[in-house]
């Protein structure tokens, strides 16, 4: 069987041949098909199961309304399930599978569940698997999923890329038919910048898939002629292959392009699709119209499909889906394909228009004032039953039948800002209201335009109205000769006669009698109608059937279409993969990732980093030796209280204060007291939210009387950079005083242990005196190093030994570090991580983010003496409140393990060891490690009236894991808590 | 004449971890990174606005308002903020930019250092847009020469900086970002030439 149903004609490339297969069925179709008109070309009318009864289907449209003709396309990881038969573009060896059936596409067993149709009907679900209750999670759902699911995923990793781009233009036409064309065509002449985006791979729409002329030429070459006029002009973009998903605030759209769907394939390096937020000032919606389906009894047969599809099929692709095909209609729509379909050799066995006064346009049978009231053919249509005008009933055996039963415009992107439609009595069907998204227009089919005439003129017309309304100079275009046909339609929505199912939602499976019966149970809303029958439902949002349902729900409430409203629409007009959305966002494309000066040394030294934020920082620095990370920290940590250690501290926020009003500014800032500290000196600072909590602490070191470099915590930078800025231009705007950050301007370095100075000697140039007397404990200064390079060298210690930080412009802090760690190579120098970083600081009892965690006072912290009351600062007033300083409340206390075995948990919840573990505890551990010097587990916590709680016991609750431990309330200072270390 | 330059005895290393600066091409287009960049950041102090624009104008040889990028002499200026600049020079020639234009302003304005605090890329070929169109939502018709733009580019806050309207810009970021930036620019300039190529090809 090769093409058996190809006629004459068409737009495909005979000369191309590409092979594909369908369920494992090799099929030959030509470059130009897309994949439903390659299978109708070779006979194949069965394409898909319905979603709910599983009954046989075939393709209704030929565009992206199709609810029928769904796909998996492509194996293994690059399969998609759900993709349209009807937009998917052949390409050579195309592989398609057929969904929601088992074990064939013929015989599915599932296909058992149009037998109980009458226990199916609408709301099935909310009434039969009520009871029993307990059963609903463990054997309903997993047998509706298991029945009810739509294709199936690969479950392996999407191997493609998907782009995200920006797109600016003063027009976007949204669709790239007569309407569009020729509102791109004049607002390219007259200069404006254009976006013309189609979501097919050949522009003209219609013109494509009729038979008719323009300017006396066939309409799909004047297309292409014009399509060719604007690819000249540099002021157009024309995007085939693109689908305008949404229209959100302010002229944005969202726009999807498949760059690559077309290929078996994508190129290296080549994004399959890309999603594009184009900026449109004005926008023209010429989407056009898509056909709609009169309800009879069986109409969901394979082989029944919109009259315009069959009519498309014919004349764009040169398919028959029947050598004897009829029609059924209700407008001249349906004539038209009778002409076409005859005129290519088609028996067209009658054309069946349920308008007694209708004639034939063309040599074939037509039966006026009938209607159709039964299809027969289970897998493929065989024949038609219609009851004719004299009430007699007659069969017509065919193998297609066409159904025009009107015209509704596509509106959808009309709506997505609430905009509301408008009936047209005349076209009956809604067009676009008077709220539209911001600058939107709408021409053409979209508009409620039929003819071909009014489409080119709407085009214009708008298309200049959006230049006018720019300011932007135009000239009208002259309109192109065009057919101008009036458009008369009669509604039918249903054929009354029948008992049998008469199809409304041929994804969802919803007849007419699911809207009857959903009504008949108060469900009268068109958005309970929707929810509770799932009319307009899935991957098609109801494209094909949503009037009719609306109609069929007026004629039952006795109210007009318009009363009875439409459902919501809203983005994105087809459905769009989770991938695209994610463009370059995912894997390590999440998030930036920050390095640190010395990352690729520490990279060599075989470091183990973590995430801090951005940064990547080393954790440890494992040695072959070492199997576990606890050896590596202990070692590091040891290090430093015994001889020096190496950290990269560069990630530490760095605030550049200047100005004559720095000192006054700070002092504004943190609570406790730095107008006068002197030059060449840091103080430690505690920074409080305006409610008193504390939001960073840090050190500020003032380099001049009008220059102050203020460190902030990791996490902190941004916050406190932000919340000072906000200090600046807001609270303060009288102040002279300038912020900006450079973090990354320098690569600090803290070196601590008690040979820090001798390692640091070997550093500094000699001019700097690095002794006690010189450069004391909270020293700092701008100094030279390794030959004159200019530097900062502060001495702060948050390990509690004698320590320093280091800085030098960041390119040479790579080198730096391998100078400090072969300088400290006589003193066994360790580089250390986050982790020992971590445990020194807990011995030593200095707070970080487990601290400071927005809940916690300067009271709490144990410093409630910082916050001065001599001056104003942002926080102290509100720190003073009743609550916040109750001598009762949390403080932070150290917490020691009985014995060297117990592990202490964080987070776990302290109580009295007399009181039951239950209800409201008496503070928590917040941070905890092993101390290797005290040889024990250690933590930090709250713990309420803890100052005068030291040497008691208390019990850790950890219900989490099981655990009841103790622990004894110490010093947050484990080590040398007279501070004599890191003073000498 | 040029500042004395400190030869100290360590070596400097670029932005991406190199001795020298990464050069990548892909299709008609060069990314470099540049390292030789000397940078320092301009505040005028309250009620200084004026005297600091006009240091400004006098080094850029014209107005430097917000949003462009002028050339002087020796230094290129751009501006960043409301009564905020960048000056630039050649690390070379100005290394001690940031202290020399302090004591140029003296009180008048907050000069703070910023060579290494940022990092650059040089990002040439006609036509950009393709490249520039799938990393920042700016309006690339109006990215002319001498404009300068804050964006934020796949998550990063960015200077855009045009020297030749849709055939070179600089893009700077803040020195840690520099491979994330790296990666994302050459992921668009790769995701461009292949669906220009694409394009040229019929389908």
Redesign the interface.
């Known amino acids: 069987m090769n093409q058996t149903h190809r006629l004459s004609g068409g737009q495909i490339d005979r000369d191309r041949v590409l092979n594909f297969t369908f369920d494992g069925q090799a099929y030959k179709g030509h470059a130009g098909d897309t994949l439903a008109s390659a299978l109708l070309a070779n006979g194949v009318r069965l394409m898909g199961r319905s979603f709910k009864y599983h009954r046989p289907r075939g393709v209704i449209s030929s565009g992206s309304e199709e609810p029928n003709a769904l796909v998996e396309l492509r194996t293994g990881a690059r399969q998609e399930p759900n993709t349209r038969a009807t937009v998917a573009e052949l390409y050579d060896g195309l592989t398609a599978q057929s969904q929601n059936r088992w074990p064939s596409l013929a015989f599915d067993a599932l296909g058992v569940n149009d037998l109980f149709s009458n226990f199916l009907t609408a709301g099935f679900y909310y009434k039969t698997f009520m009871w029993p209750r307990a059963f609903w999670e463990k054997f309903y759902e997993p047998i509706i999923r298991r029945a009810a699911g739509l294709g199936s995923l690969s479950m392996e990793a999407d191997p493609d ?1 998907y ?6 233009c003063d027009l976007l036409i949204i669709g790239a038919g007569p309407a569009g064309l020729a509102a791109a065509l004049t607002a390219g002449r007259n200069g404006a ?1 254009v976006v013309l985006a189609d979501e097919d ?1 050949t522009f003209g729409g219609r013109l494509n898939a009729e038979v008719e002329e323009i300017d006396g030429k066939p309409a799909r070459l004047w297309a292409a002629d014009t399509v060719a006029e604007l690819k000249a002009l540099p002021n157009v973009r024309l995007m085939r292959r693109t689908t305008v998903l949404g229209a959100f605030d302010h002229g944005i759209y969202a726009a999807l392009e498949r ?2 769907d ?1 290929l078996a394939v994508p ?5 399959r699709q ?1 999603l594009w ?1 184009i ?1 449109a000032r004005q926008s023209l919606l010429c989407a056009g119209a898509t056909e709609r389906m009169i309800a009879f009894q069986n109409n969901d047969r394979p082989g029944v499909m919109m009259a315009g599809a069959m009519r498309a099929y014919a004349n764009r692709w040169a398919v028959t889906a029947g050598r004897q095909v009829a029609v059924f209609t209700n407008t001249d729509s349906g004539h038209r394909t009778a002409r076409d379909l005859a005129a290519l050799g088609v028996e067209v066995v009658g054309v069946i228009d349920s308008r007694p006064s209708a004639t034939a346009l063309g040599d074939y049978p037509i039966f006026a004032g009938a209607q159709v009231i039964d299809a027969k053919g289970k897998l493929g249509l065989t024949g038609v039953t219609l009851r004719r005008s004299d009430g007699r009933t007659q069969t017509l055996a065919c193998q297609a039948l066409g159904v025009s039963g009107g015209w509704n415009p596509n509106v959808s992107l009309t709506c997505h800002q609430r905009g509301r439609l408008v009936w047209n009595d005349q076209i009956a069907s809604f067009v676009p209201g008077g709220t539209l998204p911001q600058g939107m227009r709408s021409a053409g089919a979209a508009a409620g335009h039929f003819s071909t005439a009014q489409a080119l003129q709407s085009g214009i017309e708008m298309a200049l109205a959006a230049l006018d309304s720019l300011g932007l100079k135009t000239t009208p275009l002259p309109c192109p000769r065009a057919e101008d046909g009036a458009y008369e339609v009669t509604p039918l929505w249903y054929v009354p006669e029948g008992k049998g199912r008469k199809w409304l939602d041929f994804q969802n499976d919803v007849t007419v009698k699911d809207v009857k019966l959903a009504h008949q149970e108060g469900f009268r809303s068109v958005e309970h109608l929707k929810r509770y029958t799932t009319l307009g439902m899935a991957t098609d949002q109801g494209k094909t059937s949503n009037l009719g349902g609306l109609a069929v729900m007026a004629e039952a409430t006795g109210q007009s279409i318009a009363e009875t409203g439409t459902t919501i629409f809203r983005p994105p007009y087809t459905p769009v993969a989770l991938g695209t959305l994610a463009g ?1 966002a995912a894997g390590k ?1 999440f ?7 010395s ?2 040394w520490a990279v060599e030294q075989g470091a183990v980093f973590v995430e801090a934020g951005l ?1 990547l920082r080393a954790q440890y620095f494992p040695r072959k030796s070492e199997t576990h990370w606890r050896q590596s920290v202990d070692r590091e940590a040891l290090a430093v209280r015994k001889s020096v250690g190496v950290c990269d501290v ?1 990630t530490l926020g760095k605030v ?1 204060v ?3 009003d720095a000192a006054a500014f700070l002092n504004l800032v943190y609570a406790n007291g730095f107008a006068k500290l002197p030059v060449g000196k840091c103080r430690y600072g505690l920074m409080l939210r305006e409610d008193g909590i504390v939001m960073d602490d840090g050190t500020a070191a003032r380099l001049a009387e ?2 102050f470099v203020v460190t902030t915590t990791t996490a902190n930078a941004g916050p406190v950079y932000r919340h000072m800025e906000f200090v600046r231009q807001c609270l303060a705007p ?3 005083v ?1 912020l ?8 600090q370095f803290a070196v601590a242990g008690p040979n820090a100075r001798a390692v640091l000697t070997r550093i500094v140039d000699p001019e700097h005196d690095l002794s006690n007397a010189a450069f004391p404990f909270m020293a700092c200064g701008e100094i030279t ?6 530097a900062r060298l502060f001495r702060i210690s948050f390990s509690g030994e004698l320590a320093y930080e280091i800085a ?9 570090i391998r ?1 400090i760690m072969a300088a400290g190579e006589a003193f066994d120098i360790t580089p250390y991580g986050t982790e020992a970083l971590g445990v020194l600081r807990v011995e030593k009892g200095h707070a970080t983010a487990n601290e400071l965690n927005g809940q916690t006072s300067a009271d709490h912290l144990g410093m409630g003496r910082m916050v001065s009351d001599k001056k104003e600062a942002i926080g102290a007033v509100l720190s003073r409140r009743e609550g916040l300083n109750d001598p009762a409340g949390l403080r932070l206390m150290g917490f020691e393990a009985l014995d060297g075995s117990t592990t202490l948990p964080a987070g776990g919840h302290l109580f009295a060891t007399s009181a039951p573990q239950q209800g409201v505890s008496e503070g928590w551990l917040t941070s905890v490690a092993y101390s290797p010097h005290l040889g024990k587990s250690i933590a930090l916590g709250f713990l309420e009236r803890g100052q005068a709680r030291l040497g008691e016991v208390v019990t850790i609750a950890n219900p989490l894991q099981g655990q009841s431990l103790t622990a004894r309330v110490v010093s947050p200072h484990f080590i040398d808590p007279e501070g004599e270390r890191l003073r000498g | 004449m040029a500042d004395p330059v ?10 991406l ?1 190199g001795l020298t600066p990464a050069v990548d091409k892909v299709g008609a287009w060069t990314l470099r990174e540049v ?1 030789d960049r000397a940078i320092a ?1 301009v ?1 005028a ?3 200084q606005d004026a005297p600091v624009a006009q240091a400004m104008e006098t080094l850029a040889h014209g107005p430097v308002p917000i949003g462009t990028l002028r050339s002087g002499a020796r230094h290129q200026v751009f501006s960043t903020a409301q009564s ?1 600049w960048f000056v630039m020079g050649d690390y070379a020639q100005d290394e001690f930019l940031a202290q020399n234009l302090k004591s140029d302003l003296g ?1 008048a304005a ?9 990092t650059v890329f040089h990002l040439s070929g006609a036509p950009l847009a393709p490249v520039l ?2 990393l ?6 109006r990215l002319t020469t001498g404009t300068a733009l804050r964006l934020l580019m ?3 806050n960015v200077f855009v900086l045009c020297s030749a309207t849709d055939a070179a810009v600089e893009i700077m970021v ?8 790296h ?2 620019l050459l ?2 300039m ?2 461009a ?3 220009l ?2 394009a040229r090809t019929p ?1």
């Open positions: 890329a782009d995200k781009g920006f797109q600016h910048r791979f760059n690559a077309h190129e290296a390096d080549m994004p890309t937020r900026y370059r494309g998030k930036p990732t920050r390095l640190t000066p990352h690729h940064w560069t550049d200047q100005g004559a009008d220059h009288e102040m002279d300038q900006i950050s450079t973090t990354e301007a320098w690569a190093v390794c030959g004159g390079l200019r030098v412009p960041s390119r040479y802090g790579e080198a730096l100078e | 400190t030869q100290p005895r360590l070596y400097a290393a670029t932005a971890g390292s950041s505040t102090r309250n009620g905020q009180a907050s000069v703070t250092e910023q060579s290494d605090g940022w169109e799938r920042v939502m700016a309006d690339l018709a796949e998550h990063m803040a020195r840690s970002y520099a491979q994330t930036l990666h994302a992921t668009a790769k995701s030439d292949t669906l190529q694409g389908a």
